[in-house]
């Protein structure tokens, strides 16, 4: 980096940290109302920081290194489903879910929980909130934060620190996140969220139109490997960037990146996924999860949430650009960077099988292709240790599963899986390869890049903290005063980081299968049962108060089960399972048991409750676009 890059930098972290406390500094500990200043900005964001901190509390380095990872992988397009059924996702949450939660005054989703059901199922969703939302997400940002710096500062040391260290670049981001929100609370995530969501898609746009400079300059030669498919010729990449766009990427599917729907085999986005599967992530992410929730619940009403939430909609049909098309090309222009990337991670494990260490080795599709001497004789060493005899039929994901089975059987341990590309490592790379240097662009998307993870990481810890301070620690001592609640809160701030920042450096091991997939699958242990039962609460009001348990317990079993009974399942598919069981077994429920008469939820009066016309119109036209978005790549 230049000294301009460096400055722009800096000058930009300073001032968005600086913005965000000052305009957080009347958020008053000690007054009768400090647990609302500090965890929910005192109830009175507007639509504009609403909008702009969803996105911001949403879009981090687990979408510019995890997401754009998955599309320069194999999913390509199919991965912005996230982003594009997720904007349908938000119309839905702002005129369904949001009414609900802001009338009866809740400064937590448990907290629903409690008044709906029983106090049991506020506890068990809040712990197990607060152990998932430390220990996947929050690490998960930690660590693909880390992910681009040690990427993008190779061999390079600051103040005696290796900048090539994972865990360096953990403490780092961890740290920092950590100050900013414990000071500040949710008004200071809000404030800075205004200027760093807004910096994030500029940067990520800007960065697309570097890489699409890059894709035209290129030779045509040295993009033909890279081709989706095999028939592509030199002469069909002699257009400009965007024809060449498409002439690599465009194939019959598995092969083509360029399709909103996948196979129904693929393991990660079946199509089927899309019908039911995909939706019950995003319904619980987008209104149910604490650290997005949190915003729409300090909102200054009904219409400003509405209207709040509609623009962050409008702002997610953008993302895919910015950082779903970036990563399918830099697989198409840095493929042996990926490659480089992924033999640094291979050396462990290969020098364990050179040393013939008692366990089965695993390796991927792209490992084989590369290296296919080396992929034979694992093949052969695991058909000995493991007693499976090495075969051609079924998908390579099969034959490692089986081989993990068997050593399991054996008491075998299973080494992390043998990558052909370091597919984590796409954006980054981009960083690296393609974004001019010296004239402060760099430092720009620097800045934006690390403001997203600090603004992220302040959005997970802030809520996990307010979910501990108000749904247990409230909940025991209920004389605590404002400055008491503040003062835990700002304690576990601090607690949750640490514990977050020995996890993440973890989560680089192959077998996670990439960082964005090891997020969303983990959410389904508990995603579905909780979909499930706020919709009988929201929904049916006559469900008992035991399907609140029921649901929160039943649906960990059933994943888990299938998980391990039938690992072949996607994931996604797995959820849309669990969500049909759950769903079955609480109307069973209510039917044997109905309520003689609805629970009477409590109602907050301070706010006003009238409807947005403008976020209506607002909404229908998000659907519309995405809509024609999804005709356009099918």
């Not at 292709?369 to 060493?381: D, F, R, T």
């Not at 669990?578 to 429920?589: D, E, K, N, S």
């Not at 006003?608 to 909404?619: D, N, V, Y």
Request: charged share 10%; net charge positive.
């Amino acid at each position: 980096m230049g000294f301009v890059d460096i400055a722009v930098f800096v000058l930009f972290v300073i001032s968005v940290v600086g913005i965000g406390l000052w305009k957080s500094k009347g958020a008053a500990t000690h007054s009768e109302h400090g647990a609302a200043d500090y965890f929910l900005a005192g109830r009175g964001l507007t639509w504009w920081l609403v909008g702009f901190s969803l996105i911001a509390a949403n879009i981090s380095t687990e979408q510019f290194v995890g997401m754009s990872g998955q599309a320069a992988d194999w999913l390509g397009m199919a991965i912005a489903s996230y982003e594009w059924m997720a904007a349908i996702t938000l119309v839905v949450v702002a005129f369904v879910f949001l009414p609900k939660f802001l009338k009866s005054g809740i400064y937590t989703i448990p907290e629903f929980l409690g008044y709906r059901y029983n106090g049991f199922a506020r506890t068990v969703m809040a712990i197990a909130t607060m152990i998932i939302l430390v220990g996947v997400p929050t690490a998960s940002v930690i660590f693909s934060g880390a992910k681009v710096i040690t990427v993008f500062f190779q061999g390079q040391s600051f103040f005696g620190l290796d900048l090539g260290n994972i865990t360096v670049g953990c403490w780092i981001i961890g740290i920092m996140a950590a100050i900013y929100v414990a000071v500040g609370g949710l008004k200071a995530c809000a404030w800075a969220d205004l200027i760093q969501g807004a910096a994030l898609i500029l940067g990520g746009l800007v960065i697309l139109v570097f890489v699409m400079k890059a894709l035209g300059a290129a030779e045509p030669h040295l993009l033909l490997a890279t081709a989706a498919d095999p028939s592509t010729t030199v002469d069909s990449l002699q257009g400009g960037a965007i024809s060449r766009f498409f002439a690599l990427n465009k194939a019959a599917l598995p092969a083509g990146k360029l399709h909103m729907i996948r196979p129904a085999s693929d393991p990660a986005i079946p199509w089927p996924a899309l019908v039911v599967g995909l939706w019950i992530p995003n319904f619980f992410y987008w209104g149910l999860n604490q650290y997005i929730t949190q915003r729409t619940l300090g909102s200054k009403s009904l219409s400003e949430g509405q209207k709040g939430v509609v623009f962050a909609a409008a702002l997610k049909l953008i993302i895919p650009f910015a950082v779903v098309i970036p990563g399918i090309l830099a697989f198409n222009l840095f493929s042996k960077d990926l490659k480089a990337q992924a033999d640094v991670k291979n050396v462990p494990i290969i020098q364990q099988f050179e040393e013939k260490a008692d366990k089965v080795f695993l390796f991927d599709a792209h490992f084989a292709k590369e290296n296919p001497a080396i992929a034979a004789q694992i093949m052969s060493y695991n058909a000995g240790k493991a007693g499976v005899l090495p075969s051609t039929e079924g998908s390579l994901d099969e034959i490692n599963s089986t081989l993990v089975t068997a050593a399991t059987a054996k008491g075998m341990s299973v080494s992390q899986k043998l990558v052909g590309y370091d597919f984590d490592a796409a954006f980054p790379t981009l960083l690296r390869r393609v974004v001019p240097r010296g004239n402060g662009i760099l430092g720009f998307v620097l800045a934006a890049i690390f403001g997203a993870v600090v603004s992220s990481l302040a959005s997970m810890l802030n809520s996990a903290s307010t979910i501990f301070t108000m749904d247990i620690y409230h909940k025991v001592k209920k004389s605590a005063s404002q400055f008491e609640l503040v003062t835990v809160g700002r304690i576990c701030t601090m607690l949750f980081v640490l514990i977050a920042i020995l996890i993440a450096p973890n989560l680089g091991r192959p077998q996670f299968g990439g960082i964005f997939t090891f997020i969303q699958e983990f959410q389904g242990f508990i995603s579905p049962g909780i979909l499930a039962i706020f919709l009988f609460g929201m929904l049916v009001p006559k469900a008992p108060r035991i399907v609140g348990t029921v649901g929160l317990l039943l649906n960990p079993v059933l994943y888990g089960g299938l998980k391990f009974l039938a690992p072949q399942i996607a994931f996604l598919n797995r959820m849309a399972i669990c969500f049909g069981a759950v769903l079955l077994v609480l109307t069973l429920i209510t039917l044997i048991k109905p309520l003689a008469k609805p629970i009477e939820l409590p109602v907050n009066d301070t706010i006003c409750l009238r409807s947005s016309l403008s976020a209506k119109i607002g909404g229908i036209l998000v659907v519309l676009l995405t809509l024609s978005l999804y005709i356009i790549f099918w």
